[in-house]
């Protein structure tokens, strides 16, 4: 069964500043990759996804995501934080010919300090 | 296109108690899923439709639990009798094509169930 860990519930950040927040998964088979965000009082929103094309995956409002098989990770940056930012993070995982239930992180709260 | 709509956006109940929780998928999406996330927790799968049909339900907790997808269209998710454990955010998601593991899943705002 395929797993994430995302570490550290809370993330602060200052503005202007790199945004990394870090993701491992664990999968038996060759996995998809996704990060979503949730702005307060909204529902998820995709901000990207590996489907095993290119490893760097661009996202919407500025962030990418790095896949490396080596080190079962996919984290998420963003080189310079804006105050919009501010919002929880997940990193999911489903598995490549299997179901297509996602399995989630426990989520970052970036907060975005002026 | 409208969005996935989950109602309501809250609801306090009691200890055994009755909850129906709605969701409203994408027009034309066929697959539709039920997630939750306990406060402190990951959010974890529950169910999947396809269609009218449950595709996976091995997330749902245990048979307190009912969930319906009447036509295909909507689906709804009852809690019956409901325990102090069920409290959480529950989320509705919908993605357009059957067996599609790489179409994108699309979230609504999500329902947080308080149960006192």
């Known amino acids: 069964a395929q797993s994430v860990t995302q570490l550290g519930s809370h993330v602060s950040v200052s503005e202007g500043a790199l945004v990394l927040l870090r993701c491992n998964y664990s999968?038996?088979?060759?996995?998809?990759l996704f990060w979503y965000v949730q702005y307060p009082n909204q529902g998820l929103q995709l901000l990207l996804k590996?489907?095993?094309?290119?490893?760097l995956v661009k996202g919407i409002n500025g962030f990418e995501a790095e896949f490396k098989k080596s080190e079962t990770s996919f984290h998420l940056t963003k080189p310079s934080a804006h105050m919009s930012d501010a919002a929880e993070y997940f990193c999911?995982?489903?598995?490549?010919?299997?179901?297509?239930?996602?399995?989630f992180g426990k989520g970052n709260q970036v907060v975005v300090i002026p | 296109e409208a969005g996935v709509t989950q109602f309501p956006s809250h609801s306090v109940i009691e200890k055994g108690q009755t909850v129906t929780l709605r969701c409203d998928p994408i027009?034309?999406?066929?697959?539709l899923y039920w997630y939750r996330r306990v406060m402190g927790k990951e959010i974890k799968f529950l169910l999947h439709?396809?269609?009218?049909?449950?595709?996976?339900e091995s997330g749902m907790p245990n048979n307190r639990f009912l969930a319906e997808r009447t036509g295909g269209t909507y689906s709804t998710l009852k809690v019956q009798p409901a325990e102090l454990e069920d409290s959480g955010v529950y989320f509705c998601?919908?993605?357009?094509?059957?067996?599609?593991?790489?179409?994108?899943?699309?979230f609504g705002p999500g329902t947080r169930l308080t149960v006192l």
């Open positions: 590996y489907t095993s094309a290119a490893t």
């Open positions: 027009s034309g999406h066929d697959n």
């Open positions: 998601a919908s993605s357009r094509a059957a067996g599609g593991y790489t179409d994108t899943q699309y």
């Open positions: 439709f396809v269609k009218e049909s449950k595709q996976d």
């Open positions: 999911a995982v489903t598995e490549r010919g299997g179901n297509n239930r996602l399995a």
């Open positions: 999968s038996s088979v060759p996995p998809y």
